[in-house]
């Protein structure tokens, strides 16, 4: 046992007999144990009901109640069921040590015994059972941090979904167009007023930059492609208008505003949002 790095462990030593009682409890003592004797089965659960030792020696000949039925008793408790229990007996049949197993023990230690045998096998269920312990503590933690991290998720989608209906509230309730462009792939989104200014149901075309590009006026298109790279290159402001052609085949106005809102990391544009508004009236007026 390593006392300079965790506490003495506390066993609890059940035997009728005071001469065996002294002497387990000396044995243990010597090695730096804390030892809580209980001369019976009766004394035994209630010293266990009281405080949960981390081990316990437990006589199977006992008087009132033997030690197989103060083991099952024990091990139908939820909070004292994983501390280790070794029976300590004269009793060395193979039917007498499969009973003591059945009943919940994780060893068998026949009388008379040696001492080194019986602090080997402590130690050694001590540390199996430290073991356990932490990693049911470790699990325990992680349950906690799954449990925290799916509310933290639940909370931010609960979140998400309520923006989410507040913009599409705003896109609804607005008159212009909105778009949203990844300049990679050309894949765009394009709001159903976006479409219906050009006389479109929505998705009637794919939404795809191309199929934007083919609508504006061949004396536009150069100079709006130059305000998007310019936007792209310096951060100017893009902010143009230009003529697009509705189902129609009427010209309209539009007036475009949008911002780059995303690069990769080396800089190359990734995402580019805006609106269009209907202007043909106003330009008409002019």
């Known amino acids: 046992m390593n006392a300079t790095t965790e506490a003495p462990a506390e066993i609890l030593v059940v035997d009728d007999t005071p001469a065996n009682l002294r002497l387990l409890t000396n044995i243990l003592a010597e090695q730096g144990y804390r030892v809580r004797p209980a001369l019976g089965g009766a004394l035994a659960l209630r010293s266990v009901a009281m405080k949960p030792p981390d081990l316990i020696l437990l006589d199977v000949r006992m008087p009132e109640m033997d030690g197989y039925a103060v083991c099952q008793q024990l091990k139908a408790d939820p909070l004292v069921r994983s501390v280790p ?6 009793l060395n049949e ?9 009943a919940g023990g994780v060893d068998y230690i026949t009388k008379p015994f040696e001492p080194s045998e019986v602090l080997v096998r402590i130690r050694t269920h001590l540390d199996l ?21 799916t509310a933290e998720l639940a909370e931010a989608n609960r979140a ?5 209906e507040r913009l599409r509230l705003v896109i609804d309730a607005t008159s212009d167009g ?6 990679r792939t050309g894949l765009s989104f394009y709001s159903d007023r976006w479409y219906a200014m050009l006389g479109y149901a929505p998705g009637e075309f794919e939404p795809i930059h191309a199929n934007w590009i083919d609508r504006i006026h061949p004396d536009d298109r150069a100079a709006m492609e130059a305000a998007i790279q310019a936007h792209f290159d310096s951060g100017a402001e893009y902010n143009t208008e230009f003529r697009m052609r509705a189902k129609s085949g009427d010209w ?4 475009s505003r949008g911002k780059l809102t995303e690069r990769d990391d080396a800089g190359r544009p990734l995402r580019m949002v805006g609106t269009h508004a209907d202007i043909t009236p106003r330009k008409r007026a002019e």
């Open 160 to 164: 998400l979904r309520r923006s989410e």
């Open 85 to 90: 229990v070794i029976f300590i007996s004269a």
């Open 129 to 149: 059972w430290r073991l356990q312990q932490r990693q049911e503590q470790i699990q325990i933690e992680l349950e906690r941090r799954v449990e925290e991290r």
């Open 178 to 183: 909105v778009w949203d462009w990844d300049p």
């Open 94 to 102: 193979p039917t007498d040590k499969i009973q003591g197993f059945a």
């Open 252 to 255: 309209r106005w539009i007036h």
